[in-house]
């Protein structure tokens, strides 16, 4: 049974997968599913029902000392996880993230780009969030993947942009994890 809360989430991600060009059914379907998956990983957590999670984690040592050095503070911690734990798992769901990143690298295999090509441009036109010490084997030191904390930040910086003021800030850089580094560096986000 879901609590009111998570019926809004399910509303919220049927939502955006019908914006993303989902029949209703499916959405719907999909939506249940990602929803489902996220209450049980919660529930063995043992945070299905936390809102507070952030001001437990910047308590937590191993937790904080590597985000602080990636130039994260305790308020960006708290922002992201004061929130509920398992709105914060189905918007970091991997299949819901990959459903765009995967239409394009089919659009790019098509024009004949190779896997590794059009994986290199999906990292140029993404960020990638995640924790950046267990990033992909091809991606690490300035183009590994980015602390889910700073997106509010990112949002913020982004939407002062053009797209395609965007896009040829993010041609300077390996990926668009490094360009998103150099801003951070730069105290530009």
Same mark, same amino acid.
């Given at each position: 049974? !879901? =609590?009111?809360?998570?019926?809004?989430?399910? @509303?919220?991600?049927?939502?955006?997968?019908?914006?993303?060009?989902?029949? %209703?059914?499916?959405?719907?379907?999909?939506?249940?599913?990602?929803?489902?998956?996220? &209450?049980? @990983?919660?529930?063995? *957590?043992?945070?299905? +029902?936390?809102?507070?999670?952030?001001?437990?984690? &910047?308590?937590?040592? *191993?937790?904080?000392?590597?985000?602080?050095?990636?130039?994260?503070?305790?308020?960006?911690?708290?922002?992201?996880?004061?929130?509920? !734990? /398992? +709105?914060?798992? &189905?918007?970091?769901?991997?299949?819901?993230?990959?459903?765009?990143?995967?239409?394009? %690298?089919?659009?790019?295999?098509?024009e004949g780009?190779?896997?590794?090509?059009? /994986?290199?441009?999906?990292?140029? &036109?993404?960020?990638?969030?995640?924790?950046?010490?267990?990033? +992909?084997?091809n991606f @690490?030191?300035? *183009?590994?993947?980015? !602390? +889910?904390?700073? /997106?509010?930040?990112?949002?913020?910086?982004?939407?002062?942009?053009?797209?395609?003021?965007?896009?040829?800030? =993010? @041609?300077? %850089? =390996?990926? !668009?994890?490094?360009? /998103?580094?150099?801003?951070?560096?730069?105290?530009?986000?």
């Amino acid at each position: 049974m !879901y =609590s009111s809360a998570e019926k809004e989430i399910l @509303q919220q991600t049927i939502l955006l997968l019908r914006e993303m060009g989902l029949g %209703y059914f499916r959405a719907r379907s999909f939506a249940k599913e990602a929803l489902s998956d996220c &209450v049980a @990983q919660a529930e063995a *957590d043992g945070f299905r +029902h936390v809102r507070n999670l952030g001001d437990l984690r &910047v308590n937590e040592k *191993d937790f904080i000392e590597p985000r602080e050095e990636a130039g994260l503070n305790k308020d960006d911690i708290r922002r992201f996880w004061n929130r509920n !734990y /398992v +709105h914060i798992m &189905v918007e970091n769901y991997a299949p819901i993230c990959d459903m765009t990143r995967f239409a394009l %690298y089919k659009e790019l295999i098509g024009e004949g780009k190779t896997s590794k090509e059009a /994986v290199r441009e999906l990292r140029c &036109v993404f960020i990638y969030y995640g924790d950046p010490e267990n990033s +992909h084997e091809n991606f @690490q030191g300035e *183009d590994a993947d980015i !602390y +889910h904390e700073f /997106v509010y930040r990112f949002e913020k910086w982004r939407d002062g942009l053009t797209p395609a003021d965007t896009q040829a800030l =993010s @041609q300077q %850089y =390996s990926t !668009y994890n490094a360009m /998103v580094r150099a801003m951070i560096r730069n105290k530009e986000l």
